[in-house]
């Protein structure tokens, strides 16, 4: 039996799946990977958040970012793999969803909210950094007009920020517990389209691996925890779905 099929006889055994993402799932969506040649990080420079707090400027800078990639963010679509894990939901064995990613899309995907771990926050929400108050995105960024500066609360008129983990940010303690909890809880962890190399996110399989639960990792490039993982899949990702989706047992 090959690697694959023995993979794929897991994954339609297993009951308590958690899946775990990284860019390479939405660069298949059109988002472009931060990391990689060519990223946005090539054209802007990142704003820290001590920076975004204490300078006008440096606010300007970041929401006229926010202003060039929010088209592409709204209206970004899923890719194979967003799908697959909403399949899984479907059918019953998907039960958490850890991502590094900013999009929004497993939400897209109509996971339910209360699933999904987005560590590194989300880009359709926006946070006002005094009275915490959420708001979609959409209203801010759609007719966002920088020409009289930066956008204010309108309950508080503290700063808004778009409710992600800025450079210089900590992540949200409470994030960090659920997807303990939810590595702690499966039997199989799906890492994709992750390189796996951002800590404290690439602790999460580790944590799966070590209390038992079968880990697979499916990305392009070579991984720090590939010696580690039950499967390894070195694979452009929506092939590899579409293999996985063919034939019985899906
Ligand atoms: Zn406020």
Request: proline content about 4%.
């Amino acid at each position: 039996m090959s690697d694959f099929e023995k993979f794929k006889e897991v994954l339609v055994k297993s009951t308590r799946v958690v899946g775990f993402t990284g860019a390479g799932i939405s660069t298949e969506s059109g988002i472009p990977d931060y990391r990689s040649q060519g990223g946005i990080w090539d054209k802007f420079q990142p704003v820290y958040l001590d920076e975004f707090i204490s300078d006008e400027s440096k606010r300007l800078l970041y929401w006229q970012r926010k202003k060039v990639l929010w088209q592409g963010i709204r209206d970004a679509r899923l890719s194979r793999t967003h799908v697959f894990f909403k399949d899984l939901y479907d059918k019953g064995s998907l039960v958490g969803m850890i991502t590094q990613n900013i999009d929004g899309l497993h939400e897209k995907s109509g996971l339910p909210k209360d699933i999904i771990v987005n560590l590194h926050g989300t880009n359709l929400e926006v946070i006002c950094l005094e009275c915490g108050d959420i708001t979609p995105a959409n209203q801010t960024l759609d007719d966002l007009n920088l020409d009289n500066g930066v956008p204010l609360c309108e309950k508080c008129n503290g700063l808004l920020k778009p409710n992600t983990i800025s450079f210089g940010q900590s992540l949200v303690a409470e994030d960090i517990q659920r997807a303990e909890e939810m590595a702690l809880s499966c039997d199989l962890m799906i890492a994709a389209g992750s390189t796996l190399l951002v800590q404290p996110a690439a602790s999460f399989p580790v944590i799966a691996k070590n209390n038992g639960a079968v880990l697979a990792i499916i990305t392009k490039s070579d991984t720090p925890l590939d010696d580690n993982a039950d499967f390894v899949f070195h694979e452009q990702l929506g092939g590899f779905i579409d293999r996985v989706k063919k034939g019985d047992g899906f």
